[in-house]
């Protein structure tokens, strides 16, 4: 049986931590899986009941953190170079960029017969400057080299880390999408419903608009601020936003709503019926999902979205910037509307349209579930990802 370590920089709820979980669980017991995790940062919320759930025993190297930090990172080097002498993999596959780092240079010192990296997303652009930006792209062109392949998650993706960034040939690129449990998003959901409006007070005739994720740069609330003040505006409809996550970028994000002239709160601290709210990290994000009516996405920079599979695979309309993977994720027009980045009046046109038609929303809805449930199961996932590494381990043989 081949074996792999499976290298994450940090289990955070997201994509990559989804992704990572997903398949050391379920890619048995046909390849041996060992799975290492780094150390999150403070504001990030963890997701260990993932692994929890799945029955998973995560080998934790706390010095692999996402900032870069010289001598953590040697430790961290240095403790991976370790697990791989004693565990001996046939495939070393590193999710992310701090661990596709540190992980890809241990493999191949190593001399690992097969070294696979996953781009979730990347940092080459809305993330650092020119010059630092420039810096992770040769470090990433050098890494390529090391590998025996690329996974990029969408065509997007793919063409981005190929034709514009040069990363490596499209021939060393192998397009996998994310997979994943979808089927509790759309079970029970009058229940759901009915007890995450009456947790946060939203009353049946509002029309509940959710944002998901790190309340971070790169994420853009700003413009989910912009937009709602825009909503109010041109909407007679009763409305509310439910800001669902946290990070260090909230403090500016509530200055923005006070700006705006919204009223705001902190929902963990005051529990209040304000028009927005944030309510922090939730766990259980099928039955957030349930109690939302719209889900909305305003990021600069995305890999394939997972708060967006998992809205449709919950029936709920979207609204997105056109970023990352986001067009491969929504069927525009059909499932959800994908607006130019940065354009709040856009964004906002975009949202009233949902929020004065049930009509329409109920259809995206349907569109999206019958959408992602065909492309994104996590049994398509095993089973691409099992062929992917059957055909690497004969390629390193025959070399």
């Not at 499976?6 to 390849?31: Q, S, V, W």
């Not at 995450?196 to 309340?215: Q, S, V």
């Not at 065909?374 to 990802?385: Q, T």
Request: glycine residues 8%; hydrophobic residues 40%.
């Amino acid at each position: 049986m081949p074996r792999v370590l499976r290298i994450l920089n940090r289990l955070i709820i997201g994509g990559p931590a989804l992704n990572a979980t997903y398949l050391t669980k379920y890619m048995e017991p046909d390849f041996e899986t060992r799975l290492v995790i780094g150390g999150k940062d403070d504001h990030e919320q963890d997701a260990t009941h993932l692994t929890d759930q799945l029955g998973i025993t995560p080998v934790v190297i706390p010095e692999m953190k996402r900032a870069i930090q010289p001598g953590q990172d040697r430790a961290a080097y240095k403790k991976i170079k370790a697990i791989i002498k004693e565990f001996k993999p046939d495939v070393v596959h590193t999710h992310a960029a701090k661990s596709g780092a540190i992980g890809r240079l241990a493999a191949a010192a190593c001399k690992v017969p097969v070294i696979v990296h996953t781009f979730h997303g990347h940092v080459f652009h809305s993330y650092f400057g020119k010059v630092k930006s420039a810096a992770f792209i040769n470090i990433e062109r050098y890494l390529a080299r090391k590998s025996s392949g690329i996974i990029a998650i969408s065509d997007i993706q793919k063409n981005e880390l190929s034709d514009i960034y040069k990363i490596c040939p499209k021939e060393k690129i192998n397009i996998i999408p994310l997979g994943l449990d979808l089927d509790k998003f759309g079970e029970d959901q009058d229940r759901k419903r009915i007890e995450f409006r009456k947790l946060y007070d939203i009353a049946e005739d509002e029309i509940a608009i959710g944002i998901i994720g790190r309340i971070v740069p790169v994420k853009n609330h700003g413009l989910f601020v912009a937009a709602a003040a825009n909503v109010m505006q041109q909407t007679k409809k009763k409305v509310r936003f439910i800001i669902i996550g946290d990070g260090d970028m909230r403090g500016q994000m509530e200055d923005e709503f006070k700006v705006v002239g919204i009223d705001y709160a902190y929902y963990p601290q005051d529990k209040r019926h304000a028009t927005a709210i944030c309510i922090s990290w939730q766990t259980k994000v099928d039955e957030v999902l349930a109690g939302l009516d719209i889900v909305a996405l305003t990021s600069h920079n995305e890999g394939t979205p997972v708060s967006l599979i998992e809205a449709q695979a919950a029936k709920r309309a979207l609204v997105s910037t056109n970023v990352g993977g986001v067009a491969d994720v929504v069927l525009n027009g059909k499932s959800g509307f994908v607006t130019e980045p940065g354009n709040a009046v856009q964004f906002a046109k975009a949202l009233v349209t949902l929020i004065e038609s049930e009509e329409t929303r109920q259809a995206f809805g349907i569109a999206g579930q019958q959408h992602v449930q065909k492309l994104y199961s996590y049994k398509r996932l095993v089973s691409d990802m099992s062929e992917y590494y059957y055909r690497l381990l004969a390629d390193a043989k025959r070399s």
